[in-house]
C-alpha cells in the first residue's frame, strides 16, 4: 500500500462528515451501505482501489443465494453495487490511508487528499492475494506470474501454465484458465487439496488439468522478463525438477488489508481486525469492522455481505436509534 500522508485540516482539503463511514467496496461494503442507507443515518461509503473487492476475480460464483445459474463476481458484484446506488448510498472513489481514532468524530484522510469524519466507523477493506515471496518471484511479476487468472489468463492461449495452491481459488483459476491455455499444472505442497470434493471433482475429469503434490516452488527461471519456467522440489524426498512453464498463477489465500489501521486498533497476529464474539465491535467503541478484514476462518462473500448486515446494524444502534 502507498504510504501517503496527507496534511491535516488543510483548508483546500474536501471534507466530508457524515453519521457513518464504510470503508471498503466487496459484498460486506456495500452491504453495510445497503442497511445504513435504510436508517436514515448519514453515511458516506469509500470504494478503495479495487472496487468490488475480491469477487471481482471471481468467474463462477454458484454459492451466493438468489441466482439459480452461476453468475461471474464483477456481474454479482455491480448488481450490489446498483442496490446500493438505488437505495441512496453515497460511493466515493478514493482509498482511506489513514486514520485517527484517538479524536471524535473519528477521522480518515484519503488517497486523493479527502478527509472524512464521521460518528461511527464501519470497515469492510477484505485481504489482497498473497505472494509466495521466493527469490526472482519480484523480477516476473506480471512478466509471467500473476494472482489473476480473469485478468492475464486470455494472454496464455495454447501455453503451459501452472497454478500454485490447493483451495478452492486455486482449482477455480486452473479451470478458468484451461479454457485458454494448452495444460494446466496445479502445484500443491501437501498430499490432498483443501478444495472443496466439488471442485476437486471438476479438476480430475478435466483433460487439460494434472497436479503435482507434494512439491513447493523453489525459483522462477526465465530469461529477462520472460518467465520460461519453475525450479519445484519434492518435500517428500528432496528430488528438484524443473518444468517448463509459461505463465503462473498464484493461489495460495490473502492477506488482510488492515496496513493502514495499524497501531489504531487491535488486530490478531496475521493482521486480522479482532471483534468480540458474534458482533462487528471492536475495542474502539463505534468502530465496527466485517467482511474478510475481521474473518480468517470462512473467507465467503455471503458471510461477509451478512456481516455487513450486522456491522450497520450495529453502528445505527450504537449511534442511538
Ligand atoms: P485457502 O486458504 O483455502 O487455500 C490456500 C492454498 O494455498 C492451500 O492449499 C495452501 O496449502 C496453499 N498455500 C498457502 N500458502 C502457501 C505457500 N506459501 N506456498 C504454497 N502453497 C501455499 O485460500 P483460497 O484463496 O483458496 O480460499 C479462501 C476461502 O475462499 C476458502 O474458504 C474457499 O473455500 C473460499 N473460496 C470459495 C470459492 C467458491 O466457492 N467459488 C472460490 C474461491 C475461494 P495447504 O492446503 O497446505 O494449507
Redesign the pocket.
Known sequence: MPTVHVTKYNKDMAQYQSDILIIGSGPAGYTAGIYASRTGKTSFLVSGEEEGGQLIL?N????FPGFEDAITGTDLMNKIKKQALNLGVKIINDKIVEVDFSHYPFECSSQNHNVFYAKSIIIATGAS??W??IETEEQYKGYGISVCATCDGFFYKNKDVAV?????????EALYLANFARSVTI????ES????KR?QEKIKQHPKISVKYDV??EKFIGEDKNLKGIKIKNVKNDKEEIIKIDGVFI????KPNTEFLRGEINLDKDGYIITQPNSCKTNIEGVFACGDVKDPK???AVIAAGSGAMAAIEATRWLGQ
Open positions: 471471481s463462477d460464483v454458484e454459492n492475494a498473497k509466495l515471496e500454485i495452491g490447493g483451495g478452492n481459488s486455486a482449482l477455480e502445484i500443491h505442497r501437501r487439496l483443501r478444495a472443496d471442485a513447493t516452488v493461489a495460495i489465500g490473502h470462512f473467507r465467503q
